[in-house]
């Protein structure tokens, strides 16, 4: 049978380590190229042979592996080419290397190493009290604001006899979690997905702007979750940090709002659907000052204009099908404003989140789709989960 995907599994020192066993047996039973790397640690409760004899591959242990070629590079190989890399039980130790890039063993090193492409899933298991711990929480956090996709942990009985969240999800529950990411044919290949994301900033002078405060984390979990689906991403963004800036998309980066309606004209044609993810200045100065303004003691009086509807003028007169997601962003009377956006924008559905969720890693959600009478609460999640639901109903 020839190999489907190439998948790293990542065995770290834990109890659970022997459930594991059943993991990469079951992947390399569905014909997948399945290789091991083990902690130290992890060698304390199971032989490399176990894992030997389940994937069908020798077992990666150190970095200074002997042979030639790609042989003296573990921390680069299989990695580089990784699929899919699954660690588990992903222990605190490990969470923390990976969540903040250290690189002092292999498994930590070619989690350095693995690919944008590459599908990253961590199986927790350790004591209660250890999971609770708001360091490890932290860690946690990180890794799924990363893309990584957390399955765990579930409640029971634990091997130190406490009884709490700690326990290795089981492995038929994984191999199940880890179909849908195995899929030779992704659900949003061939397409193509138009994300407008951060702030606008318009300016008044060369040091003063109208802004607010969008951080783009919306934009680039959004983006990530399309680029996992299989589709081609158009970015366009406004000011953020790089490290909110998605890789592996087409980046176009803008400043004011109607750069960005330029730019997604542009980027429009040949896109399949659009999401309005974009926190859009509503006004801007009606006259621009090419220098500073001087303070003055009697204040400063600035005339304001609106800035141009972005999602109103792409979906008003639409010159080819195009599926489109809005957002709204209410301090009060969400759900009524959010109905009259949704009809006045003409998209196809709307996401109404709250003020606290600008500049957050999380948010308040709520969605409504066009012809329903109800709004559904997905209440307050990571931006990365409401990415996943908002990818789930363009798919």
């Given amino acids: 049978m020839k190999p489907k995907k190439t998948i790293l599994a990542g ?48 077992v990666l242990t150190t970095l200074w592996q002997e042979g030639d070629g790609e042989d003296k590079y573990p921390h680069l190989y ?17 969470l923390a290397k990976i969540a903040h890039g250290i690189g002092d063993d292999l498994l930590s090193t070619a989690c350095l190493s693995l690919p944008a492409s590459c599908e990253k899933v961590f199986c927790p298991a350790m004591n209660v009290e250890m999971w609770r711990n708001p360091a490890v929480q932290d860690n946690v956090r990180i890794l799924e604001s990363r893309g990584w996709l957390r399955l765990g942990p579930e409640d029971g009985h634990l091997a130190c006899g406490m009884t709490g969240p700690g326990r290795l999800r089981e492995p038929a529950d994984i191999l199940n979690n880890l179909a849908p990411l195995l899929r030779d044919t992704k659900p949003l290949s061939g397409k193509t997905v138009l994300i407008l994301s951060g702030p606008t900033r318009e300016y008044l002078d060369p040091v003063r702007y109208i802004g607010n405060a969008s951080s783009g984390r919306m934009g680039k979990a959004l983006a990530e979750e399309a680029l996992r689906r299989g589709a081609a991403v158009r970015f366009v963004s406004g000011p953020v940090s790089s490290e909110n800036l998605p890789g592996g998309v087409d980046l176009k980066r803008v400043t004011s709002a109607e750069e960005m309606l330029s730019a997604a004209r542009e980027a429009l044609p040949g896109s399949d659907a659009v999401i309005f993810a974009a926190a859009v200045a509503d006004y801007r100065a009606s006259s621009y000052s090419p220098e500073k303004r001087a303070k003055s003691e009697a204040g400063l009086r600035i005339d304001l204009s609106p800035n141009p509807d972005i999602a109103a003028t792409l979906c008003r007169d639409r010159a080819h099908p195009f599926k489109a997601v809005g957002f709204a962003l209410q301090s009060h009377d969400g759900e009524t404003c959010a109905r009259k956006k949704l009809e006045a924008k003409h998209i196809d559905a709307i996401i109404l989140n709250a003020p606290d969720s600008m500049g957050s890693e999380s948010g308040t959600f709520s969605c409504l789709i066009n012809g329903q009478e109800e709004f559904t609460s997905w209440g307050r999640i990571p931006k990365h989960d409401a990415a996943k639901k908002i990818l789930n109903l363009l798919v």
């Fill in 11 to 58: 065995i770290c020192g834990g109890v659970a380590a022997y459930k594991a066993l059943d993991v990469v047996s079951g992947l390399a039973k569905q014909g997948h190229n399945v290789r091991v790397i083990m902690t130290e640690a992890a060698r304390h409760f199971v032989e490399p042979a176990a894992f030997a004899a389940a994937s069908g591959a020798p």
């Fill in 78 to 94: 299989p990695s580089t080419r990784a699929d899919l890399c699954i660690v588990l039980p992903a222990t605190a130790n490990s």
